[in-house]
């Protein structure tokens, strides 16, 4: 039998064993969406970082960005490390568990509503976390099932309705105890595959001096410069986008709900971190290597006709180009490992805004702990099944479909959220017109033509900028406190 198909086999058994445990852990709410409020540093860590990258960065950022800007997108992995990584859990991971004792809270739109008593504000932005994770949990299943269709040649639906399947079984079962647990492994297994995959490229490509020279004399100039072709702009505000959607990224969010106290946050912040310098900056240089390894003479299924780049096809070719054949299975548990850990994410925290913030929120106050943890179970697989079906219809590329989802949700929680956060003095109207103002922006600029990168950019500024100048003029009676 192929060893991928035993090794995956066991990987499939692993989720199941893993789900059964935590279903078996599971005995309310709180332990579905929170594993208690009680997880310590390493599964902290761990669990925001494999949420933060997952196949969207392998497949879809590090094969579009590497191939267009080269070594400059090594910019993006050294600013996510140390912004959206070791920054964001200095600034808010204590904070956000402090906010969640103190307002009794569990979620974001919960914060949102008791820190502005606004409940128009939690039901608006219980509504942008739907909408908007499903495009962005559809893009992890693209990339994902991207590579597989590479690995197996099987078709692309199978591997969507497969990878569904795998995610459902250990979220809808145990919820965060089993994710907490199995992101813990899948975070181990990144590391150790994505060292191995740097040492592939290095020793396929004739060592980094070699590929450096050869980077350097493909065109267009510039692959090998700190600011590569498409120029500082574009760069910048993938930096930024990537960087500072975090500090209100509702599922990276309630990774600091759950943890266990102030201690967990010093530790689970240097080692997150470390995480985030491994796979993001091995990632970004496997993509600057592409155009030293493919071309459409060589790779055709990565290329149109016309010889453009398939993006999106570009890493899954790539992989299979510089690993061993007996080492491609390491690769396919990493980008398995990067993608269901974010998946899980995705689903925990968008069932969650429409369960508990709007059905418990606005429909029925009274609802049974019991019956709410079931109703979690039925829309984490609802969530599943609307994002496989948005995958299945393609109806972009990757960078494109995370740069909307990103931006949308950066532009519409980054002034509410921070600010509420940080500062006592912000009002009910300067967040409102925040997130108001900056989805707005974000979304106008994205469908008059603007990359969804810079597009996701400006509309966090604004929200960043609105809040404080709205709340220097609104009345004091606005405020939440």
């Given amino acids: 039998m192929d060893i991928k198909i035993i090794v995956l ?8 064993l893993v789900g059964i445990r935590g279903l078996r852990a599971t005995k309310s709410f709180n332990d579905f969406f929170l594993g208690g409020g009680n997880v310590g540093p390493w599964m902290s860590a761990f669990s925001y970082g494999t949420a933060y990258f997952s196949a969207v960065l392998f497949i879809g950022f590090a094969g579009n960005i590497g191939w267009n800007f080269g070594y400059s997108g090594l910019w993006i992995a050294f600013f996510n490390s140390f912004i959206g990584v070791l920054l964001v859990w200095w600034v808010v991971g204590w904070r956000v568990k402090k906010a969640a004792a103190d307002y009794q809270v569990s979620t974001v739109p919960e914060f949102l509503h008791k820190r502005y008593n606004s409940g128009f504000l939690k039901l608006l932005s219980s509504i942008v976390i739907f909408v908007f994770m499903i495009p962005y949990s559809a893009a992890v299943f693209m990339g994902l099932s991207y590579l597989f269709t590479s690995n197996f040649d099987i078709q692309y639906w199978h591997a969507l309705v497969t ?12 919820g965060y105890k089993s994710m907490a647990l199995i992101d813990m492994i899948f975070g181990m297994i990144m590391v150790v595959s994505v060292i191995i995959l740097f040492f592939s490229t290095l020793h396929e490509g004739g060592g980094l001096q070699q590929i450096t020279f050869n980077l350097s004399n493909i065109e267009p100039e510039g692959l090998t410069s700190a600011i590569g072709p498409p120029g500082w702009w574009p760069l910048l505000s993938l930096v930024l986008l990537t960087s500072l959607a975090p500090f209100a990224m509702p599922q990276l969010m309630q990774k600091f709900f759950a943890i266990r106290d102030k201690a967990t946050v010093k530790k689970g912040m240097f080692a997150s971190t470390l995480f985030a310098i491994i796979i993001g900056g091995i990632a970004y240089f496997i993509g600057a290597t592409s155009r030293v390894f493919l071309s459409p003479e060589t790779n055709p299924g990565a290329f149109t006709e016309a010889g453009a780049p398939i993006f999106d096809i570009i890493m899954p070719e790539l992989l299979v180009s510089v690993v061993p054949a007996s080492l491609n299975v390491i690769i396919l548990l990493l980008i398995l490992s990067a993608s269901m850990s974010t998946l899980a994410a995705l689903v925990l925290v968008s069932s969650s805004t429409m369960v508990k913030d709007f059905y418990q929120g606005f429909i029925n106050k009274d609802v049974s702990d019991k ?3 079931l109703l979690m179970r039925i829309m984490s697989a ?3 099944i609307l994002s496989i079906l948005l995958a299945y219809s393609e109806i972009d590329h990757i960078v494109a479909i995370l740069g909307i989802s990103w931006g949308a949700l950066g532009s519409f929680f980054l002034g509410p959220f921070i600010w509420g956060l940080l500062n006592k ?15 707005s922006v974000c979304l106008i600029l994205y469908f008059i ?3 969804s990168p810079q597009a996701g950019t400006i509309g966090m500024l604004i929200s960043l900028s609105v809040n404080p100048l709205v709340s220097f003029i609104s009345p004091k009676k606005s405020q939440g406190e």
Avoid: N
């Fill in 9 to 16: 086999s066991l990987y499939a058994l692993m989720i199941i």
């Fill in 163 to 174: 990878m569904g399947l795998f995610t459902g079984i250990y979220m809808v079962l145990g």
């Fill in 371 to 373: 019956k709410l943890t």
């Fill in 382 to 384: 609802s969530f599943i």
């Fill in 425 to 439: 003095k912000v009002t009910r109207a300067g967040a409102l017109a925040s997130g108001i103002c900056g989805l």
């Fill in 449 to 451: 033509g603007l990359p």
